[in-house]
Structure formats: structure tokens, C-alpha cells
């Protein structure tokens, strides 16, 4: 179901604190390079005695040109460890983060974004103020002041887990900034119970995951199906309102020429079948979305995987371009279904459309990049009002690590670029946090909402366990360096069936970052990616050779090994084995 890239820690539950510094904003400094006003959002996923933070800057004043330093002092015994975009050192309990060489700018409304990891005894208390180039930040701009209109960070308020905080506390029917924020995710109870099936799966099994509605009998639920359950979307939307939920999401994946570079997910709907994508499949959902009953509900619909970009990527002129995808770029079949179901879905006043964006190692190069914008503007153009879309997704159902703090596209070795390595491939981004963000920002750029926010996939890109680098490699041979350095352990990039060695990745968390709404389980674990050899079935499931652990792969990913599990299931169908590996190498790793 992914297609593939066009170029040759003891922890129950994560305690999710947010912090948003001067009681909900930050003012910045007066300086020779700034003028004050500023917002920091500081969120902290902790566990034992470790942690790590997330630091967010966004700068509500005059441009800075010169650089800029963030300081504060930890109140208890903190000390960080490694930290990653900023260059951070410690004194006591005194901190400073400097601006990285790539990134000493920072414009009127603009956002810096690092991290680091750190270890604390006793009670790990958030920084009671922070200072930006010399002055306090004070929560507002002063009056005067050449920059007193303070604007609001995407993600600036506080950050929550979906999964344990109160259900939606807004009015019923409004549309919110952020569905994910201050609200209560659903369960869905037939992946509960899959997971539950496998020893330790209750640590998890609480968690908001999404609901595929990949075929038009899904709409309904199916009976003895291999991969979907007897619930419909009725039942579902009917379960999260007797839960208490405050959101619910879906997957809305049944384009017709339905993922027309891989095999494994092809769709039930042939290339030309648009109209009963729109009749029999779009018009249903919406209907039963926009019945009343559920205006309490927030109902995100995660809008067409693996769709938009293979008309960029995986078409005549593109390495492993395929005959289907030339069909549905002369066809429009993609912009015209996806445009449909944003005007359908978007019309309803309690819904929220993502749209699928792919991710780093798929339109990390600029060839790539910029176009991929482009279609995606194209489609919601073609429904009617591009604030359809709220926002977009990342990493759906795919291994890309969130973050490399040791591998960064400026990182050198030895006086060569890491992007000169055989796993980057000259890409311009190694992490999937910093391709979400640039990419959000080149959406805004051209033409979409400056308000729309961005999730990224977390369910399977945690790549934990024992394999997992604690340092840089000290080698001085690129290659050599990137590969003992990545968190991202696939053979390959490109690689994207039941990946070996895989982890859970960050549990579901409102507000992680700048421009990101929501880190999101949308991909259920332990559901296949496509079977390791061919299993007839009636459900449009067809065998890719990328799901086969012994194929040597082909032009699209270099041809490596596919690095596959063995004795998978049709895709979307229950998986045991790849779900105890994914909690055996969850990241942060579970008790």
C-alpha cells in the first residue's frame, strides 16, 4: 500500500505534559534584531526518570537576522542528553538552545522547532519562564511595540492525549481549530479486541485508532471478511457516542484505479468507475455522517491514501511508472473523486477532511515536492472551496522515523554531505516531523488556509529495541556513518510492506509541534500491508511483490531486499506476529 520513493523507552502510558510558557504565550525580546513578542509552546513526553521535550518558538515580532538563543533554568535537577535543530548546552541548571547554521533567521510569525532527550529525579517541573536573545518572555507584546498583533502559532495551545483527556467540550456541530485538542478519541472495539487477543496487547489496546472504510461494503460492515469487521460507520459513530468520544476518525480509501503503483491495495472500482465512487460510495458516508444524532461528535476523515502523488511520481518518465497511473492522471479520476468527497464531507459542519500528503521518502526532492503541492491544491480547488481541507496527513501506514536526531540533510562526514548517501539519495529531509512542517508551510504558500494543520502516522515508525542508535557513528565513511546513525532501520527508504523490526512510535498526542495537530495512530498495528504471497479473496486485494521477504526488489527502491515479514495476510487483515514485534519495539517502549 505504500508506494515507493521515485529516486536512484519503561512506559505504560506516556505522561503527556504541555506547558505553554507566560501562562499561553511568550513574548520575545527587544534587541538589535528583534522587537518583542513571541509565543513558546514546551511539551514534554516523559517516562521513569527520562524524557523527552519538544520546544516551539514563534516569533511575534520584527524579523530576526542575527541568530537567536532561547535560555531558561530548569527548577529541579534536569539534565538533557542529546538534543537535535539547535545546538543546546547546559551549565547547572542553566540552558541555552542557539539557532543551528542552516536556520539563524527567524521572520515575523515564524516558527523554530527542536527537541532533545533529558533525565530528571523527583518531579520533572516545566521551566517557569523563558528568555529569547536577552529579554523574559511575558506572555504578550508590549504596547508600542512595532509588532503588537500577536498571531497565533497552528499548535500554540497546550497539548493533550486523544486518548485519556475529557470528551469534546465545545459547542455541538462548531468546528474547532485542532478536533485532536482536549478531546477523547475513539476505540475503535474490534481492533481492541485483536489486540487484546495478543499477550501484553492490553497496554495498548486503549488507544484511538482509525476506521478503514476501503470498499463500499465496509460502509455497512462486512461478515467473515479478512479485513474489515462487522461494524459499519453507523455502528462505529453509534459506539463513540455510548463511549463518550469526542472524535472519531476514518479513512476514506476507495478512489477508483484505487493506488495505482502497488499492488497490494488496488481498489474494488476499475479507473473509469468514478461515477459510483461518487453514487454508491462518497454519497452513503456523508449521509450517515450528517445524520443529527452525530453533531456531538468531531468525525475526521482521513482523505485517500497513496492517491495524489503517484500522479507525480509513479507515471511514464518515472522510474517503475505504471500504465494505471498514466490512466488517472489523463482521467482526473484522482482530483475529480477526492475534490467530491471534500465538497460532500467538507459541506457538513462537524467534519474535518486531511488529506493524505504522503511523506519524506516519497516527495522529499524538490522535483517532487513542489509539484505534489500543487495537484494537492488542484483537487480542493475541484471541490469547490479549498477550506474543505483542515489540514493534511503524513506517514499514513508508513515506517518513516519521526525524528534523526543524529542524520539531519546538513550533517557531514568526513567534508561530504549525508545527503550524498545511498539511503538519503540526495533527499532534502531525513525526518518526518521536518518534512510535515516544511511542507505545511508550502501548502499556506500556495493558496491553502493559514489554519490548516498537520498529523503524522505514528503507528509503526517507532524503531526501538536493541538495534536502535544511541549516538552518531563515529565512522568516516558516509554510507557507513548513515547507516550505524538512523533511527529509520529498513533496508531501504522505499521499503513499506510489514516492515522487519519495526516499533510503536509516539502514542496519539494533540499539539506536539509546531503546525502539527496531531500525533496519530491512523493506520491500526498489527493490520497487514499486503500478503507475503498470493491469496485470492473477493475484497479487490491484490499480491505486490514489495510484501514477499525473499523479492530483491526493482528500480523503485534501489534494488534492495523488501525486508517483508514472513506469512502475512491479504492487506488489512489481522496480523499477530507483526504486532507482538511492533510493541516488542515500541519506541517510546511499553513496561
Known amino acids: 500500500m505504500r508506494p515507493i520513493p ?48 519538544n520546544v516551539t518558538v514563534t516569533n511575534l515580532g520584527d524579523a530576526i537576522s542575527g541568530g537567536w538563543n532561547l535560555t531558561w ?59 529569547l536573545n536577552g529579554t523574559v518572555c511575558t506572555g504578550s507584546v508590549p504596547s508600542g511595540s512595532p509588532s503588537s498583533s500577536p498571531s497565533s502559532s497552528p499548535s500554540s495551545s497546550p497539548s493533550s492525549s486523544p486518548s485519556t483527556s475529557p470528551s469534546n467540550p465545545t459547542d455541538p456541530g462548531t468546528r474547532v481549530d485542532n478536533p485532536y485538542a482536549g478531546s477523547k478519541g475513539y476505540v475503535n472495539p474490534e481492533w481492541k479486541a485483536k489486540a487484546e487477543s495478543v499477550a501484553g496487547g492490553n497496554r495498548v489496546s486503549n488507544t484511538p485508532t482509525a476506521v478503514w472504510i476501503d470498499r463500499i461494503a ?46 497490494a491495495s488496488n481498489g474494488e472500482l476499475k479507473p473509469d468507475e468514478l461515477p459510483r465512487y461518487k453514487t454508491e460510495y462518497i454519497d452513503p458516508i456523508a449521509a450517515i455522517q450528517g445524520d443529527a444524532k452525530y453533531r456531538s461528535l468531531r468525525i475526521i476523515n482521513i482523505v485517500e491514501i497513496d ?119 540526495w533527499n532534502m529531509y531525513t525526518d518526518e516531523l521536518t518534512f510535515a512542517q516544511a511542507f505545511r508551510n508550502r501548502l499556506v504558500s500556495i493558496g ?76 491500526p498495528p498489527g493490520e497487514s500491508d499486503g500478503s507475503s504471497k498470493l491469496i485470492p479473496n473477493n475484497e479487490g486485494k491484490g499480491f505486490d511483490q514489495m510484501c514477499d521477504p525473499t523479492y530483491t526488489g526493482n528500480a523503485r527502491n534501489g534494488n534492495s531486499m523488501s525486508g517483508a515479514l514472513p506469512d502475512a495476510p491479504i492487506s488489512g487483515a489481522w496480523f499477530p506476529a507483526q504486532f507482538q514485534q511492533l510493541m516488542q519495539n515500541a519506541y517510546p517502549p511499553l513496561s
Not at 11 to 35: C, E, I, N, R
Not at 235 to 245: C, N, S, V
Not at 250 to 255: A, D, E, P, R, S
Open 6 to 53: 521515485t529516486r536512484a523507552r519503561a512506559l505504560a502510558a506516556a505522561a503527556a505534559v504541555s506547558v505553554v510558557a507566560g501562562g499561553g504565550a511568550v513574548a520575545m525580546a527587544t534587541s538589535a534584531s528583534a522587537a518583542a513578542g513571541c509565543r513558546v509552546n514546551y511539551t514534554v513526553n516523559q517516562w521513569n526518570t527520562g524524557f523527552t521535550g
Open 73 to 131: 533554568t530548569w527548577p529541579g535537577n534536569q539534565t538533557i542528553t542529546q538534543g537535535w535543530s539547535a545546538s543546546i548546552s547546559q551549565s547547572g541548571q542553566n540552558v541555552t538552545a542557539t539557532n543551528p547554521s542552516w536556520a539563524a533567521s527567524l521572520p515575523t510569525n515564524g516558527t523554530a522547532n527542536f527537541g532533545f532527550n533529558g533525565s530528571f529525579s523527583g518531579t520533572n517541573t516545566a521551566p517557569a519562564s523563558f528568555t
Open 218 to 263: 465496509a460502509i455497512n460492515g462486512t461478515t467473515g471478511s479478512s479485513s474489515n469487521g462487522s461494524m459499519g460507520v453507523r455502528d462505529h459513530l453509534d459506539e463513540a457516542l455510548e463511549q463518550g468520544a469526542g472524535y472519531i476518525q476514518f479513512v476514506i480509501y476507495n478512489l477508483p484505479g484505487r493506488d495505482c503503483a502497488a499492488l
Open 307 to 425: 492517491s495524489l502523488p503517484n500522479l507525480v511520481t509513479n507515471t511514464s518518465g518515472q522510474p517503475g511508472g505504471t500504465a494505471t497511473c498514466d490512466t488517472m492522471k489523463a482521467n482526473g479520476g484522482y482530483v475529480q473523486g477526492i475534490g467530491y468527497a471534500l465538497q460532500k464531507l467538507g459541506a457538513l459542519g462537524n467534519t474535518y477532511n486531511y488529506v493524505d500528503a504522503a511523506h519524506h521518502g516519497w516527495i522529499g526532492w524538490d522535483s517532487n515536492f513542489g509539484p505534489t503541492a500543487d495537484i494537492m491544491l488542484e483537487a480542493a480547488r475541484a471541490s469547490g472551496n479549498v477550506k474543505n481541507v483542515h489540514g493534511f496527513i503524513t506517514n499514513t501506514a508508513n515506517y518513516s522515523a519521526l525524528r534523526e536526531p543524529f542524520v539531519q540533510p546538513t550533517t557531514t562526514v568526513n567534508g561530504q554531505s549525508v545527503r550524498q548517501s545511498k539511503w538519503i539519495d
Open 448 to 523: 491553502f488556509d493559514s489554519g490548516i494543520g498537520m498529523l503524522i502516522d505514528t503507528s509503526r515508525n517507532g524503531w526501538g529495541g536493541s538495534a536502535r542508535p544511541t549516538a552518531a557513528s563515529t565512522s568516516t565513511d558516509v554510507n557507513t556513518f548513515v547507516n550505524e546513525s538512523r533511527i529509520d532501520r529498513r533496508i531501504h527508504a522505499g521499503n513499506w510492506c510489514n516492515q522487519s523490526g519495526a516499533g510503536l512510535g509516539e502514542r496519539p498526542t494533540a499539539n506536539p509541534a509546531s503546525g502539527i495537530d496531531a500525533y496519530v495512530w491512523v493506520k
